[in-house]
């Protein structure tokens, strides 16, 4: 879940002022401090986007595990986090790198950013999202839906229904109340316009745009933006008094809503239309030039640990990708199920990925 993972890519929390998934960039936290981070060669360090997050006693069981203490160094949204990688490929800031997904792996491929390593317990990962199942240079780790999310107060008190498709997004009655995010800058926003793509065709989706742009479309440049600030759903929309109703976010934002709402509502107070989705699957890769080479390979089991991968849903809200963990009933309670996502081959991604970007920056964004 691309930001993203994550995606965006998810850090909805974020909207509530949840400092553990707050954007934080250059941020690093050691997950165990009784252990001795101070020799290289004990410390695994993990460089990531700004919403990673995982309970401390979960990377301490990591730590008891291995002898390794986990050093997590946060690096912006996933884009960006995946750029600086490019920009110091062969001279890793870290060891393991979290956050590439399926929207954004061929740039990490190509410029030859990972040692292969296969994962301990990689068969109990389902081989559809096994991004690279040949060679193994990255290790799946969670998948996320992208997906508009609406302001059901709004709705409520416009007595309109709110939009459940792309195609509906582009009818007047929902002029001016989308905001979406920059795909140029942004795991969610990039993510929304390959769902475009998927949907409408190599060439139909820049049709579609033009709708969308007649239609008022609003384009930020982050997730934090479109969600805690335009957005009139989420804790953050209200506080920033933002006025758009429609937003491009993630099928678990609501539950986030619920989560860290005081008092808990019975009911979240938004919801996703799901025929709008996106899936994104998110992985890790071992580092080339990793100074802890040993550490991060145990730090990649790890990920894919039934522990670790029960841990995720409430503190990225994400989905596990190993068959046997088990979700948290509020996760799944509001949460969207979305039955048919758009999905794209990661191939085909790298071949038009930069193109579609062009080409919609200069129709959206002119």
């Not at 879940?1 to 690093?28: F, H, P, Q, R």
Request: aromatic share 8%; with cysteine; glycine share 8%.
């Amino acid at each position: 879940m691309s930001t993203t993972k994550k995606i965006t890519v998810t850090a909805v929390a974020a909207a509530l002022g949840i400092s553990t998934l707050a954007a934080c960039g250059g941020e690093s936290t050691d997950a165990s401090s009784g252990s001795d981070s101070g020799k290289a060669s004990k410390t695994v360090t993990l460089v990531s986007h700004d919403s990673f997050n995982a309970t401390p006693a979960v990377l301490e069981e990591f730590t008891r595990q291995t002898g390794y203490t986990v050093k997590v160094l946060k690096s912006g949204d996933a884009v960006e986090a995946l750029n600086k990688e490019v920009l110091t490929k062969g001279s890793p800031q870290g060891d393991v790198f979290f956050g590439v997904d399926n929207t954004t792996l061929s740039r990490a491929l190509d410029n030859g950013l990972f040692t292969p390593y296969e994962a301990k317990g990689l068969d109990r990962v389902p081989a559809a999202v096994q991004l690279d199942k040949d060679e193994h240079r990255v290790t799946p780790v969670d998948t996320g839906d992208i997906c508009v999310n609406y302001d059901k107060a709004y709705f409520a008190d416009k007595k309109l229904a709110p939009p459940q498709t792309l195609d509906d997004l582009a009818k007047p009655v929902y002029k001016n109340l989308l905001v979406v995010e920059n795909a140029e800058r942004s795991s969610p926003g990039l993510g929304f316009l390959l769902g475009t793509a998927a949907a409408y065709g190599d060439e139909g989706w820049q049709d579609y745009w033009k709708k969308l742009k007649t239609n008022g479309v609003k384009v930020v440049d982050s997730w934090e933006l479109a969600y805690n600030q335009e957005f009139s759903g989420s804790a953050g929309g209200k506080e920033a008094k933002g006025d758009r109703p429609l937003v491009v976010s993630y099928a678990s934002s609501p539950p986030v809503e619920v989560l860290y709402a005081k008092p808990q509502p019975k009911e979240a107070p938004t919801g996703v239309a799901t025929g709008t989705c996106f899936r994104q699957t998110e992985a890790a890769g071992l580092l080339k030039g990793a100074k802890n080479e040993a550490g991060g390979k145990a730090l990649l089991d790890f990920l894919i640990s039934k522990k670790f991968q029960e841990d995720m849903p409430l503190n990225m809200f994400v989905n596990p990708v190993v068959n046997e963990a088990e979700v948290p009933e509020l996760f799944t309670e509001f949460g969207a199920v979305v039955d048919k996502p758009q999905t794209m081959e990661p191939k085909k991604i790298a071949d038009n990925r930069d193109q579609w970007i062009q080409s919609w920056s200069s129709l959206v964004l002119k």
